[in-house]
């Protein structure tokens, strides 16, 4: 029998670290095999108030793994001859409408994120009418030709299931698939109910600006759920059961068959270099290994289910807070994967962000803004990045570990990170908000002249979405910039000259737009997104 004491040993003691670096709430971690459920461990609280441990008994949302459950009961419909999956989703929901001149949209399309229609920003509390707000919204792309996650296609798909079986969802999810496979601790929808056995979930306590893993916390905005693209509750050890499916590719099952599970795990689109999709699962291979699973995430809760098909194994963490779980999954998996082929231990993944010795000084220098007369200078000190300020010494920390951009919470800098912009390799200009930096080293152009109206979209704009809560448009070197608060950026395309109307990106295949509305005092008071409003806010 093969000894994994000294995997689980090691895995205890990364995670033991990445708790107290991650700043994480709370934590379990299922580990398992094509036959046994192998190890649950629990890691700090359910509920930091009371200092409620998470146990194995304690729900966790898991969000979009969900989607995988809602593919397999379409799966299923198509195997009973009751669904196509190649026809029109008008076939099936009359009242799906999207504004196109390409092809009309199939199941297909919505399974695989390749209908080219928005993500959705869940601006709604029904999400049935977020899906029919889909028709205010234009396709950006053919379907079936590129990858956008969107979380309103499976929705859609979720409403298609009701409207085949004329069945609420959550008597689906449960009759198909539930209860058939013993997941007896997992709930299909989550409600005020379901909450009394949910560890709580939290967000950073900033929600309007990047967070480093060490900033504070606070008990995250509740709200139901019951779609088909993130409303199961679940155990770890429950959706290992689930997971115990896959790596069997459903073999003595009479929910999945081999052929639906090769459906599900197909490479049909490249999400990114080594990732593709296939139906409501990803398929991984890089390093050398194939993996397969899925992403989950729910206001104030993270989760991923990993899995291993070639070796059986396999691994789910939940996290009851904003960290990304991914490194413990797949190092999890890694430990798992050694041990049981007999090898030698991976070394854990390195946790710090600091910079090496050799790579520091590409940032450092004096930066002059390109239309005013602010300056900031980049210093160094044992490998940190320190920006000096009236006096002080800021020290910058990379932002997640993103490559070239940095981030401090001083009160002068907290709204926005430090974006550095490379040109050949080389250092030439450092954003910050709508403020460009330029090296004193670079030649770069400073002369820009945007349309005069393009200045009433700046602002701050708010709504009581807690997807998305707020947003921040600025104008830097001409071009308006839409900067979420984590910090990421994507630059507003004009749709027409004269028009209100932006699409968030550069490439023609982006389908997310903005529109701006209601100018008062020469400033925009709206801006509308997928059906959902924002609203410019006091706040700079």
């Not at 090769?262 to 890089?286: A, N």
Request: net charge negative; hydrophobic share 40%.
């Amino acid at each position: 029998m093969v000894n994994l004491a000294p995997a689980y040993a090691a895995l205890d003691r990364f995670l033991e670290e990445k708790i107290q670096q991650a700043n994480i709430p709370g934590m379990v971690v299922a580990l398992t095999d094509r036959e046994h459920l192998l190890r649950v461990s629990t890691y700090g609280f359910a509920d930091i108030a009371t200092r409620a441990p998470v146990t194995p008994d304690t729900l966790f949302e898991i969000g979009s793994i969900s989607k995988s459950f809602t593919s397999m009961l379409l799966l299923q419909l198509q195997a009973e001859g009751r669904l196509d999956l190649h026809v029109p989703v008008t076939r099936y929901l009359p009242w799906f409408q999207v504004q196109s001149t390409y092809e009309p949209i199939t199941v297909h399309h919505l399974l695989s994120h390749t209908a080219g229609i928005t993500s959705g920003v869940d601006f709604a509390p029904s999400s049935r009418y977020s899906t029919w707000a889909l028709r205010e919204t234009t396709a950006a792309s053919a379907p079936g030709t590129h990858f956008h996650y969107s979380n309103v296609a499976y929705q859609a798909l979720g409403y298609l299931l009701e409207e085949l079986l004329h069945q609420p969802y959550a008597q689906i999810l449960q009759e198909r698939l539930l209860t058939p496979l013993g997941m007896h601790a997992t709930e299909p929808v989550f409600t005020h109910e379901t909450r009394k056995r949910l560890a709580v979930g939290y967000e950073y306590f900033y929600d309007d600006r990047p967070n480093l893993a060490t900033s504070a916390l606070a008990p995250a905005t509740w709200l139901e759920c019951g779609a088909g693209d993130g409303s199961i509750s679940a155990t770890a050890a429950d959706l290992a059961i689930y997971l115990r499916l896959l790596l069997n590719k459903g073999q003595g099952s009479q929910v999945l068959s081999e052929a639906n599970y090769h459906l599900m795990t197909q490479r049909l689109i490249q999400m990114e270099e080594g990732v593709f999709y296939g139906y409501g699962l990803f398929t991984s291979e890089r390093d050398g290994s194939r993996a397969i699973g899925h992403h989950g995430e729910m206001v104030g809760y993270r989760s991923i289910l990993l899995a291993d098909p070639e070796h059986g194994l396999g691994t789910i963490v939940f996290v009851n807070g904003p960290a990304n779980p991914f490194g413990i999954a797949n190092f999890a998996l890694k430990l798992l994967r050694a041990a049981s082929l007999g090898e030698t231990l991976p070394e854990p993944p390195a946790l710090s962000t600091a910079l090496s010795i050799e790579h520091v000084a590409d940032y450092t220098g004096i930066y002059r803004c390109g239309d005013n007369d602010k300056v900031l200078v980049i210093t160094h000190e044992k490998g940190q990045l320190r920006l000096e300020y009236q006096g002080e010494g800021i020290l910058l920390a990379r932002l997640n570990a993103s490559p070239d951009v940095f981030y401090t919470d001083h009160p002068a800098f907290a709204l926005y990170p430090l974006r550095f912009v490379r040109d050949k390799g080389k250092i030439v200009e450092l954003y910050h908000g709508s403020d460009w930096y330029v090296s004193e080293q670079a030649m770069v152009s400073t002369t820009f002249t945007p349309p005069p109206h393009w200045e009433t979209y700046v602002g701050h704009y708010r709504s009581y979405n807690p997807w998305l809560s707020n947003f921040r448009i600025v104008l830097r070197k001409g071009a308006l910039i839409f900067i979420y608060p984590s910090g990421e950026e994507k630059k507003l395309t004009a749709l027409g000259n004269t028009s209100d109307s932006f699409r968030i990106g550069e490439e023609e295949y982006e389908p997310e737009c903005i529109h701006f509305d209601t100018v008062v005092n020469q400033r925009t008071l709206r801006a509308s997104i997928a059906g959902g409003d924002y609203f410019r806010t006091f706040t700079p």
